[in-house]
């Protein structure tokens, strides 16, 4: 018994919002440095009021549409978010509810920062594969903009918002091939959102932090030994991928990691330009587009991977 992806989908709320239009907004920043830093030109902001499930649930019909499933026939809903509308219940019960008629399917989020949506893909293959549940919905949805420090230029231009789905079904074929979870978690302090509500009170800080350069070193490390430890655990070389879609947080990060894994630019699939870093909604969003404008097509071997806060990091190797 394999996973299969039989569907993807993708949201971007509102306008994109060039790195022009961040300094138009007073943010001391500027678009040469932005994009010689890290290559993104624009992202896309969501409104006040628009929230993660909003988003995640656009992305999910979409790739319920694409697999012609039923949403009634999914039995097990992740979402990978570190943004959820609220503490409890999940966004996963939260789209469960909007999607309508899905009652009774296991539904419930998953933090692993920018790595969620890699995390949540690999539960979901596990309870497929052991037989439990047989049609997955597993979404990657962030409204990062609401924990930014606007006053703090060196992560406000880095972030946007958006969400990504994919159906996962049982399939006698592959099919997901293998994946890997990784975390140390002594490198929590590298990036963090160190604030909690206690008593009816923020305590803490409640925007995101970042030692740059040290999440930076830490990325580009791991991201090639996940993507070799599940080449290695498929049988394959890391040159037989045909299509790495790694975490979209900074392109001289996936320039690196491709480069050290044999992998030509253009097999990577590049959204940060367009999207900036949507953390758990990248790596689903940067394969949603790829599938739509037929790079990616069936039977090709496809890499997902992704990096982040606690720090966690982990690989999905399949044939999609
Ligand atoms: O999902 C994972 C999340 N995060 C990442 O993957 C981020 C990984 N890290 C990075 O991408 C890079 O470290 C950054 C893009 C965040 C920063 O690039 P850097 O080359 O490491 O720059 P830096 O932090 O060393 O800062 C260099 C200079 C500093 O000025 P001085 O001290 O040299 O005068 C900063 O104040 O750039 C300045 N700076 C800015 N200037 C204009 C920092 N942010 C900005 C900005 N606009 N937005």
């Known amino acids: 018994m394999y996973a299969r992806l039989t569907g993807t989908g993708s949201y971007l709320p509102g306008t994109a919002v060039s790195n022009d239009d961040l300094a138009a907004r007073g943010i001391d920043s500027n678009d040469e440095w932005i994009v010689s830093r890290t290559g993104i030109r624009s992202r896309f902001l969501a409104a006040p009021e628009t929230t993660s499930s909003e988003l995640g649930l656009v992305a999910a ?9 039923a949403a009634s026939d999914i039995d097990l809903i992740i979402v990978a978010t570190s943004t959820p509308d609220f503490i409890f219940p999940s966004t996963a019960c939260l789209i469960q509810g909007r999607l309508g008629s899905s009652k009774g399917a296991a539904a419930f989020d998953v933090q692993a920062v920018c790595s969620g949506f890699v995390y949540a893909l690999g539960i979901a293959e596990k309870f497929i594969r052991s037989g439990s549940h047989s049609k997955a919905l597993v979404i990657g949805a962030e409204v990062f903009s609401r924990i930014l420090d606007w006053n703090d230029r060196g992560t406000c231009v880095l972030f946007g918002d958006g969400a990504g789905a994919v159906v996962l079904e049982a399939a006698e074929e592959p099919g997901i091939l293998t994946t890997a979870m990784h975390a140390d978690g002594t490198q929590n302090g590298i990036l963090n959102v160190p604030g909690q509500v206690c008593g009816g009170q923020v305590t803490g800080d409640p925007f995101l932090r970042m030692d740059g350069q040290a999440v930076f070193k830490f990325a580009v490390r791991v991201l090639a030994e996940v993507a070799e430890e599940v080449c290695v655990d498929a049988g ?7 299509w790495l879609v790694p975490h979209q947080a900074n392109i001289r990060i996936m320039e690196a990691t491709a480069k050290k894994l044999g ?3 253009d097999r990577v699939i590049i959204t940060v330009d367009r999207h900036g870093n949507t953390s758990a ?8 587009e790829a599938v739509r404008d037929g790079r ?8 997902l991977e992704g990096v982040g806060g606690g720090f966690t990091w982990g690989a999905a190797l399949l044939e999609f």
């Open 61 to 69: 019909q979409r790739a319920l549409d694409m697999a012609g499933v």
């Open 236 to 242: 394959i070389p890391t040159n037989a991928v045909e």
């Open 263 to 265: 992998i030509d630019r």
């Open 281 to 288: 909604a990248s790596v689903p969003l940067a394969l949603d």
């Open 296 to 303: 990616i097509r069936r039977g090709q071997r496809v890499l």
